[in-house]
């Protein structure tokens, strides 16, 4: 069964830092990876999707990338602003034609002014 | 762009009340998809329709079922309300296997 985990749980960093959220998964067979935002009481908007065939995707400040054989994914913020401020996610959705996405409990992101 | 559309987006239910939260999207998606998401737990499948006329079990189907109605519309019928049933509903559309949109979601409470 695949279980995603993204470390840490919850990152608090100055505006202007440059940072990375983790997400690790147990099943390298996957079809594509995707990252998530959250703003409280929100539902989720897709940043970015990762194919498996894919090493990296890029979207403005946002780079993601993808290691298959190892099972884990990054998601690299530049230059983090106060708005950045949400629940990040991670989810991954398997091969053979699944269509069952599978999520991290994601990272709670607060960027201070 | 309306996108993913949820209705209601509050609702209080007593146990054993029965009640169908509503979705529809506009963006011609083959796929649709209910998920619950509680504190700890993430965010959970429920069920998903891979096209119109279709649905499946998703991780955790029991207590609840779903209708896909047209390519546009996706219901999630809850029978006989319980307590564990509280959470937050979303829906979500994509176009096969690729990005998922979702809806703003319904806050449920069962009492």
């Known amino acids: 069964k695949q279980e995603v985990t993204q470390i840490p749980a919850a990152l608090s960093v100055p505006e202007g830092e440059n940072l990375v959220l983790n997400c690790s998964f147990t099943d390298s067979a996957i079809y594509n990876l995707q990252w998530f935002r959250q703003d409280p009481g929100k539902g989720l908007t897709s940043l970015l999707l990762i194919q498996s065939s894919q090493r990296e995707q890029t979207s403005g400040r946002l780079n993601a990338s993808l290691d298959k054989s190892s099972g884990r994914s990054t998601l690299y913020i530049a230059a983090s602003q106060p708005g950045d401020s949400a629940t990040y996610l991670c989810a991954v959705l398997g091969g053979g034609g699944s269509e069952k996405l599978v999520f991290g409990k994601g990272t709670k992101l607060t960027v201070n002014p | 762009n309306a996108g993913v559309t949820q209705t209601p987006k509050f609702q209080v239910l007593k146990t054993g009340q029965s009640m169908t939260l509503q979705c529809a999207q506009d963006?011609?998606?083959?796929?649709m998809y209910w998920y619950r998401q509680d504190p700890g737990m993430g965010l959970r499948l429920i069920y998903y329709s891979a096209s119109e006329g279709t649905t499946d079990k998703g991780e955790v189907p029991n207590g609840y079922n779903v209708s896909r109605l047209n390519k546009r519309e996706f219901s999630l019928r809850l029978e006989s309300a319980a307590p564990s049933q509280t959470s937050v509903y979303f829906c979500a559309s994509s176009e096969g296997r690729g990005r998922q949109y979702f809806g703003p979601g319904t806050r449920l409470t069962v009492t």
């Open positions: 963006m011609n998606h083959n796929s």
